[in-house]
């Protein structure tokens, strides 16, 4: 479990006034100097965090990227263990973090329609309360060029069965495929987020 790692956190502190904690380690496993985060932070190294090696999410969802000020490509992390970097991602492009923001899940309910075209014209497929691991297998063959997002917290994936670069999905409008931080207009699976603070465990984790 969690608490058995050497790290600042209780299970008084986890049970604490923060709906948001997540610890970073610098080497593997949980190994090395360590840095706690309770809210935003736009640069690591300005922090002091060398280097990103494992993560243990106390309280989350959060959002992580590869760049300073929340830019690059995204990972999302929800309460868990993260031992090293490929337990995060699959894209294998990157295995740099700089910025880390908590994600804001404030509805019980989930409604997403992605369509094949910018400003949300085109073939579309809406997703209600749903987790779908291939747009293939419901019949949708198409790009994902712009997203609606009418309730809910989401997080698309480049190719089925929730693999390759990740994309969060806020409640909000993307009209096209840079707004929501892809450089193709690929989306082939996606999933709710629907981790608080009062689950024991998160609800997903990516296979290796």
Do not use: M
């Given at each position: 479990m969690a608490t058995d790692h050497q790290n600042p956190a209780t299970k008084q502190q986890q049970s604490g006034a923060s709906a948001f904690k997540l610890v970073i380690f610098e080497q593997?496993?949980?190994?090395?100097?360590?840095?706690?985060?309770?809210?935003?932070?736009?640069?690591?190294?300005?922090?002091?965090?060398?280097?990103?090696?494992?993560?243990?999410?106390?309280?989350?969802?959060?959002?992580?990227?590869?760049?300073?000020e929340c830019k690059g490509e995204q990972f999302v992390f929800e309460k868990g263990e993260y031992p090293r970097w490929d337990s995060w991602t699959n894209s294998r492009r990157?295995?740099?973090?700089?910025?880390?923001?908590?994600?804001?899940?404030?509805?019980?309910?989930?409604?997403?329609?992605?369509?094949?075209?910018?400003?949300f014209t085109g073939k579309k497929i809406e997703i209600i309360d749903d987790d779908v691991p291939s747009f293939h297998a419901h019949g949708y063959q198409e790009k994902v060029s712009s997203v609606r997002v009418q309730s809910g917290t989401w997080v698309g994936y480049q190719y089925p069965g929730y693999r390759g670069f990740q994309y969060l999905f806020e409640k909000g409008e993307y009209k096209e495929?840079?707004?929501f931080g892809a450089e193709a207009p690929q989306i082939q699976?996606?999933?709710r987020i629907r981790d608080m603070q009062w689950h024991q465990r998160g609800t997903f984790h990516p296979s290796n």
């Open positions: 593997e496993n949980f190994q090395g100097r360590c840095h706690e985060l309770t809210g935003p932070s736009n640069n690591l190294q300005e922090a002091g965090v060398e280097k990103v090696g494992s993560i243990l999410v106390l309280c989350g969802p959060w959002v992580a990227y590869e760049q300073p990157s295995d740099c973090i700089f910025s880390f923001r908590p994600i804001k899940v404030d509805s019980q309910e989930h409604k997403i329609v992605l369509y094949e075209s910018p400003s495929c840079t707004e699976s996606v999933r």
